[in-house]
């Protein structure tokens, strides 16, 4: 592979990493309200976490542009406060991953969490837990399988990022070229067949390794949280 | 001491119920669906009453009037449900402390090896609850329950689960507990046998209202 093959790879790595580490605290939170709390606006936020999965990623990357942009009323803001631009830089790479990412990892925490039984917390709390107490003892760790599923999804989801992060970064080598955009560009020039290929078996190879060490955390998990004894015991 | 008038409603669901507990067991007796769940949890703080008020000793837990309600976690009554709920991923001795290790030290009564004697566990400990057989688990819950400290003890059906050869042998537990701690206990079951065996006074629940007994539980012994 050629230096700036690598550099792709390396720049999608890294986008990918944070934006995966920036959606898990947020991600737990929101599935958290979602599975457990009724309030008045919960079908608004449901429909926002939702949306960037069915609209095409370029309409999000738009919408960030607007907003994020150095013209936008958040980009300048961040701008002049904090000297924070992410129009066209790595960082807006990582926003964009993240929020295109985002419904992928709810969803399975959601779900995790609304299979924990709600008997279960009370008891805690009836034990003297208080409510974050109960949640951190019971809850999460009875939760972390998908837990685990929704960070692998949202780290995968986040390697093949490229409506939205077009949209929003561009295509700048060495800064938001990640591994999808590296690929479309291959596509585009002469001569650029072998890179392409290249790209694509990289990708693949790491979304193998992805789902493989997903399936791994979950057995460790499941084993740990005794979800595997139980099975035996049934058995 | 342990007092209690309260009133909740859910849906075309009313219930009113009100009694005072002195150390002993208090047995509540009725069909399913009548509210003796709904009271316990009212007791043990997962539900809020329309109306009313809970005291313990002198301390006012819940009442309506001014507002005050104390979260269940603050309120140390045990409640141990019929299905046992003990936590899943963690081990029998883990469960066993989980209301322990929250407990202000000055306040326990009981230390692990008293309970897991008193239970007879000992065996036990180290398992998950997914490797342990309906009765063990019901005596770790009841352990769990008992190594929180409680002020008062509320036991909704908890031998429900088991068959009778079980709970011909979890009920001298039970009675050990009540001869031994002197925790005040409310137990509910739709079992009137087992009510008789186990409380000194025979509450009787219908349609949401509490009532007394009609005949003393002391004539069935």
């Given at each position: 592979?050629?230096?700036?093959?690598?550099?792709?790879?390396?720049?999608?790595?890294?986008?990918?990493?944070?934006?995966?580490?920036?959606?898990?605290?947020?991600?737990?939170?929101?599935?958290?309200?979602?599975?457990?709390?009724?309030?008045?606006?919960?079908?608004?936020?449901?429909?926002?976490?939702?949306?960037?999965?069915?609209?095409?990623?370029?309409?999000?990357?738009?919408?960030?542009?607007?907003?994020?942009?150095?013209?936008?009323?958040?980009?300048?803001?961040?701008?002049?406060?904090?000297?924070?631009?992410?129009?066209?830089?790595?960082?807006?790479?990582?926003?964009?991953?993240?929020?295109?990412?985002?419904?992928l990892l709810v969803q399975p925490i959601r779900v995790a969490f609304r299979l924990v039984d709600a008997r279960l917390e009370q008891a805690a709390t009836t034990l003297g837990a208080a409510p974050f107490d109960a949640f951190r003892t019971v809850t999460l760790p009875l939760?972390?399988?998908?837990?685990?599923?929704?960070?692998?999804?949202?780290?995968?989801?986040?390697?093949?990022?490229?409506?939205?992060?077009?949209?929003?970064?561009?295509?700048?080598?060495?800064?938001?070229?990640?591994?999808?955009?590296?690929?479309?560009?291959?596509?585009?020039?002469?001569?650029?067949?072998?890179?392409?290929?290249?790209?694509?078996?990289?990708?693949?190879?790491?979304?193998?390794?992805?789902?493989?060490?997903?399936?791994?955390?979950?057995?460790?998990?499941?084993?740990?949280?005794?979800?595997?004894?139980?099975?035996?015991?049934?058995? | 001491?342990?007092?209690?008038?309260?009133?909740?409603?859910?849906?075309?669901?009313?219930?009113?119920?009100?009694?005072?507990?002195?150390?002993?067991?208090?047995?509540?007796?009725?069909?399913?669906?009548?509210?003796?769940?709904?009271?316990?949890?009212?007791?043990?703080?997962?539900?809020?009453?329309?109306?009313?008020?809970?005291?313990?000793?002198?301390?006012?837990?819940?009442?309506?009037?001014?507002?005050?309600?104390?979260?269940?976690?603050?309120?140390?009554?045990?409640?141990?449900?019929?299905?046992?709920?003990?936590?899943?991923?963690?081990?029998?001795?883990?469960?066993?402390?989980?209301?322990?290790?929250?407990?202000?030290?000055?306040?326990?009564?009981?230390?692990?090896?008293?309970?897991?004697?008193?239970?007879?566990?000992?065996?036990?400990?180290?398992?998950?609850?997914?490797?342990?057989?309906?009765?063990?688990?019901?005596?770790?819950?009841?352990?769990?329950?008992?190594?929180?400290?409680?002020?008062?003890?509320?036991?909704?059906?908890?031998?429900?689960?088991?068959?009778?050869?079980?709970?011909?042998?979890?009920?001298?537990?039970?009675?050990?507990?009540?001869?031994?701690?002197?925790?005040?206990?409310?137990y509910v079951s739709h079992s009137r046998a087992e009510v008789e065996f186990l409380a000194d006074r025979v509450l009787r629940m219908e349609h949401g209202r509490l009532e007394p007994e009609s005949g003393h539980a002391d004539d069935h012994r």
């Amino acid at each position: 592979m050629t230096a700036e093959e690598w550099q792709a790879l390396q720049l999608s790595a890294r986008v990918a990493l944070w934006a995966t580490v920036a959606c898990i605290p947020v991600g737990v939170f929101v599935a958290w309200l979602l599975a457990r709390r009724d309030f008045p606006g919960k079908f608004a936020l449901e429909v926002l976490v939702q949306l960037p999965m069915v609209l095409p990623p370029v309409v999000p990357g738009y919408a960030l542009l607007m907003l994020f942009g150095t013209q936008g009323p958040i980009g300048r803001w961040l701008d002049q406060s904090f000297g924070i631009v992410l129009a066209f830089t790595w960082q807006g790479a990582v926003v964009a991953s993240a929020v295109m990412a985002f419904p992928l990892l709810v969803q399975p925490i959601r779900v995790a969490f609304r299979l924990v039984d709600a008997r279960l917390e009370q008891a805690a709390t009836t034990l003297g837990a208080a409510p974050f107490d109960a949640f951190r003892t019971v809850t999460l760790p009875l939760a972390l399988p998908g837990v685990i599923a929704g960070a692998v999804l949202c780290f995968s989801r986040s390697l093949g990022e490229f409506g939205a992060t077009m949209a929003f970064v561009g295509n700048i080598p060495g800064e938001t070229r990640t591994l999808p955009l590296a690929i479309y560009t291959f596509m585009n020039v002469p001569g650029g067949e072998g890179a392409t290929l290249r790209l694509a078996i990289v990708s693949v190879a790491l979304a193998c390794a992805a789902l493989a060490a997903s399936h791994w955390l979950t057995r460790v998990t499941e084993r740990r949280l005794g979800y595997r004894d139980q099975q035996m015991g049934r058995a | 001491m342990l007092s209690f008038d309260l009133e909740f409603r859910r849906g075309a669901f009313a219930l009113r119920a009100g009694d005072a507990l002195e150390s002993g067991a208090v047995g509540i007796c009725g069909p399913s669906g009548s509210g003796k769940t709904t009271l316990l949890a009212l007791l043990a703080g997962l539900l809020r009453p329309a109306r009313g008020t809970i005291v313990f000793g002198d301390e006012v837990l819940v009442d309506t009037t001014t507002g005050t309600f104390t979260p269940a976690w603050r309120r140390h009554f045990a409640l141990v449900f019929q299905d046992g709920q003990l936590f899943p991923h963690l081990s029998a001795r883990d469960n066993l402390l989980y209301g322990y290790r929250r407990r202000d030290p000055a306040q326990r009564r009981f230390q692990l090896d008293e309970i897991v004697d008193l239970l007879e566990i000992g065996a036990l400990i180290e398992r998950r609850p997914a490797q342990l057989s309906g009765g063990e688990r019901q005596r770790v819950t009841l352990g769990r329950a008992l190594l929180c400290s409680p002020r008062a003890l509320l036991l909704d059906e908890p031998l429900a689960s088991l068959d009778d050869r079980l709970k011909q042998q979890i009920l001298p537990f039970l009675l050990r507990v009540r001869n031994e701690t002197g925790i005040p206990m409310l137990y509910v079951s739709h079992s009137r046998a087992e009510v008789e065996f186990l409380a000194d006074r025979v509450l009787r629940m219908e349609h949401g209202r509490l009532e007394p007994e009609s005949g003393h539980a002391d004539d069935h012994r």
